[in-house]
């Protein structure tokens, strides 16, 4: 890092400051092998936010949550009617998730205000650092659910009654993490971002293949996501001959078998993943009745996606006689593409802090893709270790995770003094 201009924060930003805070916050929800289950609206996620919520006190910056539960920690600007600059990501994760994966863009946030504290800047404009409800969607679907609600793309009223696997509905957990994260409230829509920004590690092997220490964003590719539903009829395993079973289980199969061949894409492009199959009642001698599993559906173009996704719901029917099938779409996001000048400035941020850069598109879904229908948005990537995410493995350098929030801060510098 060459750039010796002290005005600007990225000569703030600490390593050891940052790394020490990714630590603290993986502390909750902490698992064996390293990673974190820090699922959306759970006891481990109100830790994580209240712990936020304690930083920003101690630093003076007001914080507020909304009604969704997004948590945003706001450091004033000169000129406080102005809409300020956003950052920020997501604070829940997988089951077996990792470290980084959301906590970074967070915690990437709240250094660069540290930083800009340390630098003494004052920005023109406010800035917001946000920990968005739920991204990942998965122990309640949809994901990236805050930001969705934030952005007017989805009515909270769609997903309050939404339950999670243990029969837990989203409005009661909403209202314990609501009661339970010690900040007041801000009505949702009480604010347009000037602009977002989201560092976050890449989840792919690309740069670290490249030993690329900074992706530019160019866009994220669509996500379309389907529950299937098989319903047969349940019988004893020893005397219902074959000719006569509704197996809700072999249907499945048949199913998936047929969708795999469907999906299959020479060029590697299109993504398809049945990430969950319930099979019930689940017992050893008895033909399943009913079968539930998702679909998690992904290409850049849209065209493509919408007509694989119809080309489902025609096959899944035909294939899973003699059981009734039925097909529903959870979610459908189309492609995203960022704008251009903050790809510009996060490239020209990177140059003067002699960083490497390639432009990049988005394999996983972030909040960035909803914010991106307000606001004019962009994404940071760093490297992370085999590129391996959604995994209690997943690692990255302080010395990646430094640079990236060094580039978020003098690009966030850059927007905040317009
Ligand atoms: O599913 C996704 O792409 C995101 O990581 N939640
Ligand atoms: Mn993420
Ligand atoms: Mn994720």
Known sequence: MTNNNTSLPSNHVSEQRLWNLLMDVAAYGA???GGVNRQALSQEDVAA?????????ERGFQCFQDDIGNLFV???GVEPTLDPVMTGSHLDSQPTGGRFDGAYGVLAGL????????????TRRPIEVVAWTNEEGSRFSPGA??????ADVRDIGAVLDVTDLSGTVLKDALATTLAAVPVPQRKSGSMTPYCYLEAHIEQGPVLEERKIPIGVVSGIQGIRRLNITVTGEEAHAGTTPRRSRKDAFASTVAIISALEELTADDDDILRFTVGRCDVLPGSPNTVPGRVHFTIDLRHPDNDILRSIGDQIHTRAKEIGAPCHVEVS???FVAPTKFDQNIMAVIGSAADRLDYSHITMPSGAGHDAMHMSNICRTGMIFIPCLRG???NETESATAEDLAAGTRVLADTIVHFASQ
């Open 31 to 33: 698992t064996e092998k």
């Open 49 to 57: 936010k209240t712990h936020v919520s304690r930083w920003a006190a």
């Open 74 to 76: 706001r450091r004033e």
């Open 111 to 122: 250094e660069v205000l540290d930083a800009l504290n340390d630098a003494n800047i004052q």
């Open 145 to 150: 659910m805050g930001s969705s609600v934030f």
């Open 329 to 331: 779409d959870i979610s």
């Open 388 to 390: 391996i995410s959604h």
